[in-house]
């Protein structure tokens, strides 16, 4: 995240004596990528943060058991309506699909989380429904429906779902979201951006867009509780002072909201594919959003996707709002996750060119779909939580809508 902030109180210069109002020395932390020659943040602790005094393993509900291969071969459609809700944001996300570069789960949160840190990388939180608070270290960021909340690898955080998210007063607290795990860092897709990191004037949002965190925010506390993920599992660390005790910071590596109406899609007058749509790019996979937007515009246009088959991808699409007319028919609506692996030639519902083609002609010109889509360019193991949602009728609705 290549754009400068600054928040709170920082001293003039980086690594000099900075000091409390009681004459001691704040601490210095540095958050950075890459071993000192990447993005990074210095932040000032009221107290030191290595402090720890205790440490514990815990039962890891979310390891790996239970991945399998996408095997037999198939096309798959999950209905997260069918999953169960409940829990908070970070352990009680249900995996869904997985590899060694990213992990896709599903929740539905109404409860606070525990402080949490993911050190083994980036994470980015789909919102899709109800809204929720999100503190860190960094300061806090209000979500809501549509946000994209990224947050980097190490970031002491927690969830706070809240009431009312979806316009209704004194509704319990919720927050359903797409959890996208990465095994390294979320960035915008380097081509939309200058070599000194600004994003340049054909990139689908800029600056403007992001929302950094408010903050600082300090909590005061002792024998604080930490969960740390790492790649040998998950610790109760426990810290002697509550981790929010930053009086300042500054840098280009924080937490950051992105919400997918500001992004500003990209229309041909033919069909253009999904790399107008992306938005991030993670280790050996990116996400896209697709956005309400104007149909492809030439009198012939076919304003749906073509059959098409990514021998490098499995793709794995996240419906989130609107009227998706490739998928009618298909039993697919909104919330659902359908995964088009590689070795499978994927494309529009029978009958959904034709009509598309006849809407077009009868006038009508634009899309309300809102997709979040995934695509992996190795292949995803399939996750229980996931199976016990699936659609088994999913695969065959092309040849059976097609011959009637
Ligand atoms: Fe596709």
Known sequence: MPYYRVAGEIPR?????????DGGLYAEELMGEEG????SSLLYHAHLPTAITASEGLPDAAADAGLVPNHPLLPRHFRTGDLPAGGDLVLGRQLLMANDDVRISFTVADAASGLYRNSTGDEAIYLRAGSASFESVYGSIQAGPGDYVVVPRGTIHRWIPLAGGNGADGAAPRAEALVIEARGHIRPPRRYLSQYGQFLEH???????LRGPDGPLTTDGEDV??????RGGLTRLTYAHHPFDVVGWDGCLYPYAFNIA????IVKRTHAPPPVHQTFEGPNFVICSFCPRPLDFDADAVPIPYNHHNVDSDEMMFYVAGDYSARKGSGVGIGSITLHPSGFTHGPQPGAVEAAVRGLRGGKASTDETAVMIDTFR???LAPAGQRSEDPEYPWSWSRAARG
């Open 13 to 21: 210069k980086r690594h000099v004596c900075f000091r409390r109002p």
């Open 262 to 265: 500001d992004f500003e899609p």
């Open 379 to 381: 292949p995803l193991l």
């Open 36 to 39: 000192f020659s990447s993005d």
């Open 225 to 230: 509780p930490v969960i740390v993920r790492n």
């Open 203 to 209: 990139a689908p949002y800029c600056e403007r867009d």
